[in-house]
């Protein structure tokens, strides 16, 4: 789906935030609880380690955490936040939504607050969402948030995902811009529905509720055919990728970063060349924090903006993939 080309009004990214908790979880301490070694998951993936939320810590904390710092950075109050989209597949509970939970905490009591599930594209499909909303005139302001508490829905005992995954938050706020400020200049996503079983908690929902039957099968956990994954990620990312800067007018030459999903270092090194973009401007922290799902490339775009390698102007693109299957990429001016 793709945006239309005139809107009446642009909108900008006016502030980025993170959160990841405390704990530490790196691959020697995996080692020690199931057969796995450093070298197979750093070689195979470039992850040396990850965050684990605390006990009684739960997806909307990290949410409100990373919202508040973007609040902060954006120089909005909560009271002025009028929509906030929580993008989660890990929510603190299936009904309300995590965004209910993060709107009480902000104290943002005049926000219209809803989730999405997109996996880990949900952060860019909300960001199309907010845009399109605040484009339209329906809202001035968004705060949109991708969080994940991962660790409560992974089978610790299974080497093939377990090893991949960690907890953390990421937020934007986007906001009505002015036409000297930086813009959202094109939104791409897609969703493949034929391929819902690469990747998918099969259990927990209305198809397969947990019962004292199956309560020890791990069926409330992450289940993945990797290489399967690995595959059409590479090709859905960088089709997605091309589209937005093809709309945007932009030359691979033009873009300042390149901010993709941080699930395997492989497949961001292939997307970089396939789009003839330099490592160099491709960011990358899955080493420190995993694959955080819906929060991996929020977390990646504040660390990056904070870090000073995104400057007002730039050209950045952030591109992700996740189950669904589905992918997602946008393409900003600063
Ligand atoms: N430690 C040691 N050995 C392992 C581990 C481990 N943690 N995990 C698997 N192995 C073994 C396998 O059993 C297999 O052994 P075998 O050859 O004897 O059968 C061998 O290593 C190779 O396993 P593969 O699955 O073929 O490894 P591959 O090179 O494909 O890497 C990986 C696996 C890292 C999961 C990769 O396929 C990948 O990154 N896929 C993409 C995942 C992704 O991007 N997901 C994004 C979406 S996530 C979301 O939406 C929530």
Redesign the pocket.
């Known amino acids: 789906m793709s945006d239309a080309t005139s809107s009446q009004h642009q909108v900008c990214i006016a502030g980025t935030g993170s959160y990841l908790p405390e704990k530490v979880l790196t691959n020697a301490d995996l080692e020690k609880f199931?057969?796995?070694?450093d070298e197979?998951?750093f070689t195979?993936?470039g992850i040396r380690e990850r965050r684990v939320a605390a006990e009684g810590e739960f997806t909307s904390h990290m949410a409100a955490k990373a919202g508040q710092k973007a609040l902060e950075q954006a120089g909005l109050s909560p009271d002025e936040v009028e929509l906030i989209i929580v993008a989660t597949?890990t929510p603190d509970t299936l009904t309300p939504a995590t965004a209910c939970y993060v709107q009480q905490q902000l104290g943002a009591m005049g926000a219209v607050a809803f989730d999405i599930s997109a996996?880990?594209s949900g952060f860019l499909y909300a960001m199309k969402i907010a845009k399109r909303l605040i484009s339209d005139g329906a809202f001035t302001n968004a705060l949109i948030i991708g969080a994940e508490k991962l660790s409560s829905f992974i089978n610790w005992k299974d080497?093939?995902t377990c090893?991949?995954f960690g907890d953390g938050a990421g937020a934007a706020v986007l906001r009505r811009a002015a036409p000297e400020e930086g813009s959202i200049l094109a939104t791409e996503m897609g969703t493949d529905g034929r391929l819902t079983h690469l990747?998918n908690i099969p259990g927990g929902g209305s198809a397969c509720p947990i019962t004292p039957e199956n309560a020890g099968q791990h069926l409330a956990s992450?289940a993945?055919m990797?290489?399967e994954?690995?595959k059409h990620?590479v090709n859905r990312m960088k089709e997605s990728a091309e589209l937005v800067i093809e709309r945007s007018g932009l030359q691979p030459e033009d873009i300042a970063l390149v901010v993709p999903?941080q699930?395997?270092l492989r497949?961001i090194d292939a997307i970089a060349d396939r789009l003839a973009v330099p490592t160099e401007r491709v960011f990358v922290n899955l080493q420190k924090y995993g694959?955080t799902?819906a929060a991996a490339v929020a977390i990646a775009l504040d660390e990056a903006h904070r870090a000073g390698a995104i400057k007002r102007g730039d050209h950045i693109v952030m591109v992700v993939?996740?189950?669904g299957l589905t992918w997602a990429a946008a393409a900003v001016r600063w």
């Open positions: 199931v057969e796995t070694s197979w998951i195979r993936t597949i996996a880990c080497r093939t090893v991949l990747l992450l993945m990797g290489k994954v690995f990620a999903h699930a395997n497949i694959n799902s993939f996740g189950a």
